[in-house]
């Protein structure tokens, strides 16, 4: 499943798309960036409540599908234009992590 | 022999926003330079984890990576305060950062475990006072010599 059809699937909101055909090959949730960035596999859809700028740049390096921000989280302008430039995936949905992992885990089938 | 190739970075003390930002350079450089995804993957995570050591506990410093035919050699250098007990600092979850730095989700202490797990050879030289300095090795594959 590409991230695009994941986002289309899951209802989320599109704050940044730069890479629609990237494959999600699994999920993860975390949210303590360098528990994230270790334990995280290239082609996850990272699942967090985090939005400050550093989310974009733990993302760069490991690699993630995509970044779906949970339960509303505000993320500023500037952390969007960021994730765009860099080439990152960020979708925003109401439903907390739990929920949407649950979701992607029957979406993917694991 | 030629030289080997060789990045360095200043790495500001008081900007979180653009913390990381030298490890994703040279996630970019590597790349355009075709080395293998997982090493550059290494490479990239233990140096940033390395970088944000020295903007959360050292106010800055300097990052060196160093392309030699069979490894790349990562060096993290700051001026500090240093770390008084080394193994404890090592440990998984050992984190003196503060309450600031947690909540935008650093300090889980996981950031020196990650760095040994990424790399091949990792040495820390220390002094309380006086700074940090991390030299981090990654091996290239075989196939990549
Ligand atoms: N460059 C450094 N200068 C001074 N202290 C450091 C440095 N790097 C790490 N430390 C110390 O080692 C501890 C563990 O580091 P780390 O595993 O990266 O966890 P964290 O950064 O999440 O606290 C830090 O909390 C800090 O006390
Ligand atoms: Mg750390």
């Not at chain 1, 995509?66 to 995936?89: F, H, Q, R, Y």
């Not at chain 2, 040279?26 to 080395?35: A, G, I, P, T």
């Not at chain 2, 309380?128 to 010599?145: Q, S």
Request: glycine share 8%.
């Amino acid at each position: 499943m590409t991230a695009k059809q994941l986002r289309e699937r899951l209802e989320l909101q599109l704050l940044s798309e730069p890479d629609p055909d990237r494959d999600v090959t699994g999920g993860y949730a975390g949210d303590l960036l360098s528990w994230v960035m270790g334990r995280a596999q290239s082609g996850d859809a990272w699942v967090t409540i985090m939005t400050n700028r550093n989310i974009v740049a733990v993302a760069a390096l490991a690699d993630p599908a995509c970044v779906i921000v949970a339960e509303d989280s505000v993320v500023e302008p500037d952390v969007i234009a960021l994730a765009c430039e860099k080439g990152i995936n960020l979708y925003r949905s109401s439903r907390t992590s739990f929920d949407l992992c649950c979701s992607i885990g029957s979406l993917l089938g694991v | 022999m030629s030289e080997p190739v060789r990045f360095h970075f200043d790495v500001a003390g008081d900007n979180f926003a653009s913390a990381g930002e030298a490890s994703v350079k040279v996630k970019k450089l590597l790349r355009q330079l075709s080395m293998d995804p997982e090493t550059i993957r290494r490479v990239s995570i233990a140096m940033y984890e390395g970088e944000i050591n020295m903007v959360i506990h050292a106010n800055g410093g300097t990052a060196d990576v160093i392309l030699y035919p069979d490894r790349i050699q990562i060096v993290l250098s700051d001026t500090g305060p240093g770390i008084k007990d080394v193994s404890l600092a090592m440990q998984e979850g050992y984190s003196t950062a503060k309450d600031n730095v947690r909540s935008l989700g650093f300090g889980a202490g996981m950031g020196l475990p990650n760095m040994k797990r990424y790399t091949d050879r990792m040495q820390i030289e220390s002094e309380v006072g006086k700074g940090t300095t991390v030299t981090m090795e990654v091996f290239l594959p075989e196939a990549a010599r």
